[in-house]
């Protein structure tokens, strides 16, 4: 009997250790280059600040990280393939209001849920979307734009980076405060569809501040409008849609990095830690003050909440809009 328990003992004792050994975290992190997925092509306003980070990581910490652009359907697939990656701290992602609380309520087929396959690491910066156009367009105000729907329904188009991102859904919630209809024309990534805005093939560009500043300093692209509740920072001159006469009016985006869920607490830690470092220095504030987009640091918990509750608030504004994709 003393056999038999001692043997009991020891085997689960064993099994306690490797347990234990299976979930815990090296001391030291990194010690190989951690792979930063953008699940949207290069020139967008993810791609921007996660090259950012991933830079300053790299310059000021010493750290490897691979910056690894994986884009599709609305970048749920790059948040997918973080959610499948082994929870080690050797891969995440920089996701964005986009792909983690509005599309999961749009694709049908998505297999994953941001509150529950994915630990919020650390959030980086917030943006209003503005509505801009060509330089050459004939719009001057976003007065002129309503105009111009009112008296020919449909007849102006917009481009956005893609069904159902919070872009598109912004331009769909003008459409309904100002009682007016516009054409959607989506792309896969807010680079083309500023390229066309550019062109003259569509009248107007939805998009986030970072995407499409670079061309607004270059003179190419004229503002309308933010669509947050104050006038961003960056564009002081440019007015808010409340402020144009729709009272109310207020749409922002956010961009923070994440990691599969059961990534170690500690590498979260570490994680977070070095980014808000990053976000608090001059040089990084002053990037993304460049880019049109306002740095915020917070805890993994408090970026957690943000995701849990606007992942539920999402869900009526996606129902109402009757968006749904395949």
């Not at 990656?85 to 920089?94: L, N």
């Not at 297999?111 to 943006?127: E, G, I, M, Q, S």
Request: glycine share 10%; hydrophobic share 40%; aromatic share 6%.
């Amino acid at each position: 009997m003393m056999r038999r328990l001692f043997t009991i003992t020891a085997m689960a004792a064993l099994a306690t250790g490797g347990f234990a050994h299976a979930q815990s975290a090296p001391a030291t992190y990194p010690t190989k280059p951690v792979r930063m997925v953008i699940p949207f092509p290069p020139g967008g306003g993810t791609d921007i600040l996660a090259r950012l980070i991933s830079n300053e990581l790299a310059k000021q910490d010493k750290w490897t990280v691979i910056a690894d652009n994986k884009p599709g359907a609305g970048g749920t697939i790059g948040i997918g393939e973080v959610v499948k990656a082994q929870p080690t701290g050797y891969d995440v992602v920089m996701g964005q209001k986009d792909n983690l609380v509005i599309g999961p309520w749009l694709y049908r087929s998505l297999t994953w849920n941001p509150t529950k396959d994915l630990t919020a690491v650390a959030h980086v910066a917030y943006t209003p979307v503005i509505i801009a156009t060509s330089a050459n367009s004939k719009f001057k105000s976003l007065a002129d734009v309503v105009a111009a729907a009112k008296a020919n329904p449909g007849s102006v188009t917009y481009g956005s980076p893609g069904n159902g991102t919070s872009i598109h859904l912004a331009g769909d919630l003008f459409e309904k405060a100002a009682g007016i209809k516009l054409s959607h024309v989506p792309y896969k990534g807010s680079n083309p569809a500023m390229m066309d805005a550019l062109a003259g093939n569509v009248d107007l560009l939805v998009s986030s501040v970072p995407s499409a500043m670079g061309q607004i300093q270059s003179g190419k692209l004229r503002p309308l409008a933010v669509t947050s509740a104050k006038r961003s920072s960056s564009l002081p001159e440019v007015p808010t849609i409340a402020e144009s006469g729709y009272k109310g009016f207020d749409v922002s985006t956010w961009y923070g990095v994440l990691a599969p869920a059961g990534t170690p607490a500690n590498v979260v830690a570490t994680l977070n830690t070095h980014i808000n470092k990053l976000l608090a220095t001059p040089e990084v504030k002053a990037a993304i003050n460049a880019q049109g987009a306002e740095p915020l640091a917070m805890s993994p918990a408090d970026f957690s909440k943000l995701i849990n509750t606007e992942y539920t608030q999402w869900k009526g504004i996606v129902e109402a809009s009757g968006v749904k994709i395949e």
